[in-house]
């Protein structure tokens, strides 16, 4: 069994989840902020010592057109820095749609008495992105053979 880490990158949080080989399913971690654009290396570093990753998986974000959106050099050069940053491969894959999915399922999952009066919890945007880090690491243990 292997374990691995996603990745949904954003220029001001990235959410974060974590995967195993074994069972190919992924489950959401925690959705770190940056400081100025720049991602919470600390925060990152905290979660590849405490899980250990064989492998890192990145999210890139793509037009509907099959073209990378404008802002993929800044994905590139985040998954350069994992990669030299920590010695572990990164792998790149298409994340379409997977925050308009993480959306989906949280809106249909069963109110809870954790909610409150609007029906929302507090972190439902920071909930987003770690699933849909979850998503994108789950897309990507499905694809290896």
């Excluded at 992924?26 to 770190?32: D, G, Q, S, Y």
């Excluded at 890192?56 to 802002?71: A, I, Q, R, S």
């Excluded at 030299?84 to 399922?105: F, M, N």
Aim: charged share 30%; aromatic share 6%.
């Amino acid at each position: 069994m292997t374990t691995l880490l996603g990745f949904d990158f954003g220029l001001r949080k990235i959410g974060v989840a974590v995967g195993q080989t074994l069972t190919r399913s992924a489950t959401p971690l925690t959705t770190l902020r940056g400081q100025g654009e720049k991602p919470d290396w600390a925060g990152i570093g905290a979660l590849i010592e405490e899980w250990k990753p064989s492998a890192l998986v990145v999210g890139l974000p793509f037009n509907m057109d099959d073209t990378e959106v404008d802002w993929s050099p800044r994905v590139h050069r985040f998954a350069r820095q994992l990669e030299g940053r920590y010695g572990l491969k990164v792998h790149l894959i298409d994340e379409r749609l997977t925050s308009v999915e993480a959306k989906r399922q949280l809106n249909e999952r069963p109110q809870d008495p954790a909610r409150g009066r609007s029906g929302r919890k507090p972190s439902t945007r920071d909930a987003v992105d770690a699933l849909a880090a979850a998503l994108i690491l789950e897309t990507w243990l499905c694809e290896q053979d």
